[in-house]
């Protein structure tokens, strides 16, 4: 699923790597266009203000000229001077700015032409002032050849003035378009971003669902996996009960086989012995071996019975829970020679709980004597808050509890048959310090 949506996610990659490129392209080209239009308005500017300097250049020499022309003081000479010295000047500046511009370079010609005429004008009104040549003075003074000159300068000025205004509009315009530009391109730009967020906004939600749906087609496998095994458990535990409901059936069955059927056969052998052996009195040799017979018959006699007890205890329906625990508990010790102290208080149960009871003390003793290889047990069977507590411990080697150990079915079978009877089974034991296996059951009510 996530491989699928690989290209989605490299689409929405290569939006927002465009997008980031176009803005710095955008603003890349923003910032030179405004640089090179911010010069371009620098010189204008410049240009503009050359050429008015020019121009008062050209007034302060004509003022300068008039007031001695006027007054004949030598003092109006140095204006005079300075501002012809500084329009030479200026007009060095301006054709170093317009090289390379050819219409202002041919207006700053034409200026410099009528600057050079009216000059010349001025200097030869000042020379005729100083020769002291009124008539050439006045002649020259009356004809407008100084006057059109100096139109002609405005004129030219103006026009060169004129050109800096459009050079300064063109240059401003630069800047606005370029403004315009940043705009567009920062609003296509961040339309582009938006495209690309929205499919990684698209994309995120796609895999959050995929995400989901696999979360839930696992969860729903994961149901059905513990259903199953839940189903399972409970057709095992029902087997498990079942076929230990069928074993205690067989047990009594061969238990009432073998008191019924072998019981009468040893009893009837025992009898025609006993009848046998007052007839041959006068034979020692047969009377010894007839009572070695008898010896034999009551030995089968005794191990068809504890058989029988074994397979179903009848002093369990005949005696009760306390008494048959405490023969067991006897027969026990007599037979492995294990010290066993018992505890028992009358309880409550139906015979099934009491035939699990048997069995659990029945089976924690078997393996008392296989494998604890202890000295002394303890059984203890008491009331507890409406439930019947069973404790059988002993003084053996124990065992770890979390090691596995290859004989543990005694074990699972008591735990399941007490949990069948509605209770719990709780082991406790460590290497070297014995075990102990507690049953709780529930009580019967009052």
């Known amino acids: 699923m996530r491989w699928l949506a690989f290209p989605k996610i490299a689409v929405g990659l290569a939006l927002a790597v465009l997008a980031a490129l176009a803005l710095v392209g955008i603003n890349e080209a923003g910032y030179r266009q405004s640089s090179h239009a911010l010069i371009e308005i620098d010189n204008a500017q410049r240009d503009r203000l050359a050429v008015n300097i020019l121009l008062q250049n050209i007034l302060d020499a004509e003022s300068g000229q008039r007031g001695y022309l006027l007054t004949g003081d030598d003092s109006y000479g140095k204006p005079y001077d300075t501002a012809v010295k500084n329009i030479e000047a200026q007009l060095a500046v301006l054709r170093s700015a317009y090289a390379g511009r050819p219409e202002e370079s041919q207006r700053l010609n034409q200026l410099a032409a009528h600057l050079a005429s009216k000059l010349e004008e001025m200097a030869t009104s000042v020379r005729l002032k100083k020769e002291g040549k009124e008539e050439a003075l006045r002649f020259l003074m009356t004809n407008d050849v100084g006057r059109q000159e100096m139109e002609a300068v405005r004129a030219d000025a103006a026009a060169l003035d004129a050109l800096g205004n459009q050079a300064l509009v063109k240059a401003r315009g630069q800047i606005a378009s370029a403004l315009n530009f940043a705009r567009l391109g920062i609003g296509l730009v961040a339309l582009i971003a938006l495209l690309a967020f929205f499919l990684y906004l698209r994309q995120a939600h796609t895999l959050r669902r995929a995400g989901e749906r696999q979360q839930e087609t696992l969860q729903r496998e994961r149901n059905a996996l513990e259903d199953e095994v839940r189903e399972r458990t409970a057709t095992l535990a029902e087997l498990a009960t079942h076929l230990q409901d069928v074993r205690e059936s067989e047990r009594g069955y061969l238990a009432r086989e073998l008191h019924d059927e072998l019981g009468s056969l040893l009893t009837a052998a025992k009898l025609d012995v006993a009848r046998l052996k007052s007839r041959l009195s006068d034979a020692p040799d047969a009377g010894l071996r007839l009572q070695h017979l008898n010896e034999l018959l009551n030995s089968g006699i005794a191990l068809k019975r504890r058989i029988i007890e074994d397979l179903r205890p009848s002093s369990l329906s005949n005696l009760g829970l306390i008494a048959s625990l405490e023969i067991l508990g006897r027969e026990f010790a007599e037979r492995t020679g294990v010290e066993v102290e018992m505890v028992l208080?009358?309880?409550?149960?139906?015979?099934?709980?009491?035939?699990?009871?048997?069995?659990?003390?029945?089976?924690?003793?078997?393996?008392?004597?296989?494998?604890?290889g202890a000295t002394s047990a303890h059984i203890v069977m008491k009331n507890q808050d409406q439930q019947v507590v069973v404790e059988v411990s002993d003084d053996g080697e124990g065992f770890d509890l979390g090691a596995d150990r290859p004989s543990s079915h005694g074990l699972a079978g008591m735990r399941h048959r007490v949990e069948a009877a509605g209770g719990s089974l709780t082991v406790s034991s460590d290497t070297g310090k014995g075990t102990r296996l507690a049953a709780v059951l529930p009580a019967l009510a009052a």
Do not use: F, G
Request: proline share 4%.
């Open 345 to 372: 208080e009358p309880v409550k149960l139906n015979d099934a709980d009491q035939l699990t009871v048997y069995r659990m003390v029945q089976e924690s003793l078997t393996n008392i004597s296989k494998y604890a």
